[in-house]
């Protein structure tokens, strides 16, 4: 089949789009709390409103999907993840946001599940892995760029700032004191053009393998009786959980343990969590043809809970500030590791599954609120400790996970 660039690249957009709203909370959440006086746990609502919507849309998006195809349901995702940056940019109230939120993550979760099909036929099956790497770089190169993005517009538009036009003009649509807010009309417009740039795009049909398709709710309910199918969830929940647990209040316990900006440090340490994330996703991918997979993830998840427990605990602030960041590039084989060893665990019926592990972005949600809980109870530092709690788990997982198809290494036998 004659692969398809235009559609190629703009799924490759929509993976940076994705990624450019959704992984920009980390660095908000310390102004939002300040500004609009909320408590560590009511913040943490912010990343669960957000991720409940992520986790509870994956299974329904894929039957939207294969019942209306790939173009209406990203049009739709669009039209949703418009109005509701556009509502909070121009009515920036607390729970205004929340709402916004949760439909900003309900259009992520149906374009995640509509784009991964529509590249494997635009690009070619026979590309498809390497299209998937590159699609990942894109998403990874956004959560880099959009923390960057917030600090400029806060610094430009703050008092002695000298904003371009552009910036200037989307400032004068939010309160002089709430700069931040700015990012969210700057996502509208993004929304708008993708919307735009889909509604006119021509898209080349698409013919769901068996292992992509969602599958009906009786399939789904007897997937969920099966001890495996349970064990691998909770591990894409434990991952979530941790990559949202840590990168959502990085910004948070940087000024009040150490006395960073929130749109200084805190951001250029949020957008580096995501960018050594992305970078070692790349190393992930040469190890993974060195060393079995559930190894690779032992070591990682290790090295995760010491560098954590190092930023926690260490009085040096710069050596907290990296040692967050190290956290992300640790982090970075956990979800396609977990994901493949699910995957691999069980005979038929891949597609439900898929979606069942997708929902397990829930995480997302839950580890950030129990995080500000334990932190309104106690302290910031004693909450982000329910990290090591999800880390556990993933330690766990690889020593009991026992795939049918383990990852082949240069060493097996037609390793190549």
Known sequence: MKRNYYMVLLVFIVFFAISFLTNILGAIIPEAKEDFNVSNTMAAFLPLFFFIA?????????????????????????VSAFFAALSFGLFPKFGIMLGSLFFIGAGMAILQVAINPLLRVAGGEEH??????????????????????????????????????FIKTLGSFVPFELPWV??????ALISLVMMLLIFFSKFPKVELKEDEKTGNWSTIASLLKNKTVVLFFLGIFCYVGTEQGVANWISEFLKNYHGMRPEVEGAQAVQWFWGLLTIGCLLGLGLLKLFDSKIILRIFVIAAMFSLGTALYTANPQLSFYAFIGVGFFASVMWSIVFSLGMNSIAEHHGSFSGILCSGIMGGAIT??????????????????FNFVTLAYLLSLSFWANPLIKNKTIFDKNGL
Request: proline share 5%; hydrophobic share 55%; charged share 15%.
């Open 54 to 78: 992520y986790g509870v849309m994956s299974i329904p998006a894929g039957i939207l999907t294969e019942r209306y195809k790939e173009k209406k349901v990203m049009i739709f995702a669009f």
């Open 368 to 385: 950030p609120l129990i995080v500000g809980s334990l932190a309104d109870i106690f302290s910031l530092r004693t909450g982000m400790l």
């Open 182 to 187: 700015t990012i969210y009309l700057i996502f």
């Open 128 to 165: 498809f892995a390497f299209n998937s790497v590159l699609a990942q770089l894109f998403f990874g190169g956004a959560s880099f760029l959009s923390p960057m993005l917030y600090s400029y517009i806060v610094l430009e538009l703050s008092a002695g700032g000298k904003p371009d036009i």
